[in-house]
């Protein structure tokens, strides 16, 4: 959900996602660690532009820390490679490996700041809208998605509710999964019911594919001046 | 205005048809549906608004005609939304009739200025209380520019304040657009005024069609028996209503017994960390006490209930059976206490109805639980799964999932939101059961008359803090009090009151 305000955020949601989406294959074309982290320092910049202080951007990307290391670890200790560093029980780490593993985790840095800084700019409703007018969506599927978001607080509180009655109930899972069909299936049949009597609603809202539109999203000079910047950085890293 | 012809509608994978050959003609003015749940009456709504059968798949036969464009607010306002803020919303009405853009911020405003909503257009839908979410979904369905208005229970899931006020905005739109009615309520009192002509509706045949000024002082005793919805006073006032007739013998309200039990628990300086706002609550309850949680929206009583179940941390000191609670395990405390939630579907956890009743009762011998099962009147669906029930079905068997042989507290989050007079009133009788057992029971509720029939004791919140602690007759008195925390008092008690004024007014010889 759009919780930052910025001329980043001012873009269209179509240019803008499909801009970042031009890093990401720039970035999974490139074996190149130097090059990937000069794509993350974009990233990076680009996060900070887009309306988080110094301070929100590393509370914000702790958790993601734990990611970084794991995927660094997993193909550091398990990767191949004749050049071994080190090696303990089923570890064998390698100096291909950890290369390796350097280069992929620095790539996730990179997803995780691009997707964070996409998320953090764009409100939803604009984002599907744009769909729709650049995209060519089909209006009954957009529409549909929309309503499916409002679906997810609701889903939340319900997961919360049926763990508490769990609870309250006495019910102690003797192993993961347990839960699962308890859970899952309340869950899963008042989402069923509650679809079904939301799209009766919005049918009998006369929803139809023919119509005019309250917000249409267009594109504009800013928005061909940001492809233009991200398809020259993109040369530039790869012609250097 | 709509004419519906010999129409049958069967759902698909059913044997019975829920609809049986109903002919019916729906003329200007308001029509009022009336029959128990499954009768068939949102399923004839549906028909009159053209969901069926393509929108809703059914087979149907018979023909229903319009003449005029068709609107339906639901029950539930959350369902009825696609965005996010409140002029989008409306917007998306108007994008269906493909008005230009031009023309829409216009018409948005006027819609929000009808229903009463002045606010900007970019207030999220979910920062609306209930009252509010409905009378937005209101202005939606009017930005269709119905000539016919059609509402499934439009005020049950809002709370009772917010239930007039809808009513009484309804019923102004219609005066002014000239709008032609058909709804679903089961709020007589409040919308029967208005209602030019009542269909009856029993197992999907309508049994009767008459004007709700006939129909009710005629056939009151009857509609009563067989579980249909009636009003309390109409077409009476509190003034004329005959004394010994049957709407008055509905007032009057058993005298409370007190109960003298032994202390259960006790709460001091009981509070919890922002956003929940309980603060500083202290109290104690007996054992076998029914006590009733009053007050606002947002005044604290789910918070309340859910410090009283262990559910949201807290500070202070809270005592069961003169044991701090922290010193019970998880397992044990819910032992003696049980928690029903709002939601009924989702406090079950087996495949069966059965099922449930065996792990909730497991102490219980097989004789006992085929009883409980025949009290709840479940016996015939007992294979079936419990989210295949109806909802006031499913409220009964939540409730009686939580009460094992051991409880001692029954915390109740308002077990009678949305449900229709029976289903109440059914749930009410299971609970005076436990309580004669011995059980305590505290209930959050919106309800005056459920307060001022079965309470012995009744809490009101006020921003978090208990403004009130008290029996229900000493609160039915705080004017001042009532009117600060958005409540009414009951017909029951006002009709008392009405009926000792009159007696004092008569000259002593």
Known sequence: ?240 | MITVDDLSIRYPGQIKSVLDHVSLSIEHGTTLLLGRSGSGKTTLLHALAGLTPETIEVEQTGTVTRSGSVGVLFQNPEEQFCMETIGREIAFSLENRSIPRVEMDERIERLLALVGLPLPFSTPIASLSGGMKQRLALAAVLALEPTILLLDEPTAQIDPIGQHELMALIFRIQKEHDLTIVLIEHQLDVCLPYVDQVVLLEDGSITATADPRDLFPQDYKELQTKGIAVPSLYPYTLETLPIDGPQAARLQVPSAVATAGSSLLHVAALSTKAPYPLTDATFSMQTGEWVMLLGANGSGKSTLLATLGRLLPNRGTYQLQGRPVHRYSRRRFYEHVGYVFQQPDLQFLKLTVEAEIDWSHRAATNVKRAALLERLELTSVKQQSPLALSTGQQRRLSVATMLGQTKDLLLLDEPTFGQDGLTTRRLMEQLQMEQQNGTTLVMATHDMELVARYADRVLVMEQGRIAFDGRPSELFADVPLLERCQLQRPLSYQFQEVKRDANERVPVR
């Open chain 1, 1 to 240: 959900m759009q919780t930052n305000v910025s001329p980043f955020a001012e873009l269209n949601p179509v240019i803008k996602g499909s801009g970042l989406f031009l890093i990401m294959f720039a970035l999974i074309a490139t074996n190149d660690w130097v090059k990937t982290l000069v794509f993350l320092s974009f990233a990076i910049a680009l996060l900070l532009l887009s309306g988080w202080g110094p301070f929100d951007f590393l509370k914000r990307l702790t958790p993601y820390s734990l990611l970084f290391l794991l995927t660094f670890w997993m193909m550091a200790a398990f990767g191949k490679g004749t050049n071994t560093l080190w090696s303990f029980g089923w570890f064998h780490v390698t100096s291909e490996s950890v290369a390796h593993g350097w280069l992929l985790a620095l790539r996730m840095a990179t997803f995780v700041c691009l997707s964070l800084a996409f998320v953090t700019t764009t409100d939803a409703t604009r984002f599907v809208m744009s769909l729709i007018h650049q995209a060519k969506l089909s209006p009954r599927f957009a529409y549909g998605f929309l309503a499916g978001i409002r679906f997810l607080p609701q889903l939340v509180e319900e997961v919360r509710v049926l763990r508490q009655v769990r609870m309250i109930r006495n019910v102690h899972s003797r192993f993961p999964g347990d839960g699962f069909l308890s859970i899952g299936l309340p869950l899963f049949s008042r989402s069923i019911q509650r679809a079904e009597r939301m799209a009766i609603a919005l049918e009998a809202r006369h929803f139809s594919a023919e119509r005019t539109y309250y917000e249409v999203p267009v594109v504009q000079r800013q928005d061909i001046i940001y492809l233009v910047v991200i398809l020259l950085f993109i040369s530039l890293v790869f012609w250097l």
